[in-house]
Nanobody, 124 residues
Framework: QAQLVESGGGSVQPGGSLIVSCVAS?????MAWFRQAPGKGREAVAG???????RYADSVKGRFTVAQDGAKNTLYLHMSGLMPEDTAMYYC?????????????????????WGQGTQVTVPS
């Protein structure tokens, strides 16, 4: 079973930018970023399939961009215009056989593979 390892988290000032990455050790069809802020549930941020299908949470549209390097099995999340409310643990998720729709890509249970998370902090 493939494993996912995130990197690139850190602290950045409001309005700043940051890129987080996730390397998968095996094949995944869909990969996604989720995040969990202190005291809140985990929410989907962005998803991408190997066919280039992408989706974003409304809260990050226009500020975050999800991308992948298929050859390297690497997922990226380019974050700009960061705000204190973006502070969270960011998790990479993936699955080799989940073919998403608009109504399903946000569902955590659809993803078999999860990373350990990388912390992103935007101080207020």
């Amino acid at each position: 079973q493939a494993q996912l390892v995130e990197s690139g988290g850190g602290s950045v000032q409001p309005g700043g930018s940051l890129i987080v990455s996730c390397v998968a050790s095996g094949y995944t069809y869909i990969m996604a970023w989720f995040r969990q802020a202190p005291g809140k549930g985990r929410e989907a941020v962005a998803g991408i399939t190997r066919d280039g299908w992408t989706r974003y949470a409304d809260s990050v549209k226009g500020r975050f961009t999800v991308a992948q390097d298929g050859a390297k099995n690497t997922l990226y999340l380019h974050m700009s215009g960061l705000m204190p409310e973006d502070t969270a643990m960011y998790y990479c998720a993936g699955d080799p056989a989940f073919y998403p729709h608009d109504s399903t890509w946000r569902e955590e249970v659809r993803y078999k593979l999860w990373g350990q998370g990388t912390q992103v902090t935007v101080p207020s």
